[in-house]
């Protein structure tokens, strides 16, 4: 089994910052790529960001520039440092996980970004 719990959500305004981080415990395989997803209101949950076991990233058009994930393979840990936060980045944010078929998620963390 596998656990994802992500943290250092919260209410920001326009043009500030937060990170996010995933911590992942159980039977994790560190060969995997992570990713970010995030569901605003009334929307769909969308892929935010990716990074593979080697460090590779890629990232969603609307956060290129702003965002940046990494990954700390020791600690078994993902993170996502957002900058010049917009209104629009408002939404629950999802950790990820792939591991042999099976998909796990995060229990989510809320970022609120006020104008």
């Known amino acids: 089994q596998v656990q994802l719990v992500e943290s250092g959500g919260g209410l920001v305004q326009s043009g500030g910052s937060l990170r996010l981080s995933c911590a992942a415990s159980g039977n994790i395989f560190s060969l995997n790529t992570m990713r970010w997803y995030r569901q605003g209101p009334g929307k769909q949950r969308e892929l935010v960001a990716t990074?593979?076991?080697?460090?590779?990233?890629n990232y969603a058009d609307s956060v290129k520039g702003r965002f940046a994930i990494s990954r700390d393979n020791a600690k078994n840990t993902v993170d996502l440092q957002m900058n010049s936060l917009k209104p629009e980045d408002t939404a629950v944010y999802y950790c990820?996980?792939?591991?042999?078929?099976?998909?796990?998620w995060g229990q989510g963390t809320q970022v609120t970004v006020s104008s």
């Open positions: 990074i593979s076991s080697s460090g590779s990233t």
């Open positions: 990820y996980l792939l591991q042999r078929g099976f998909n796990y």
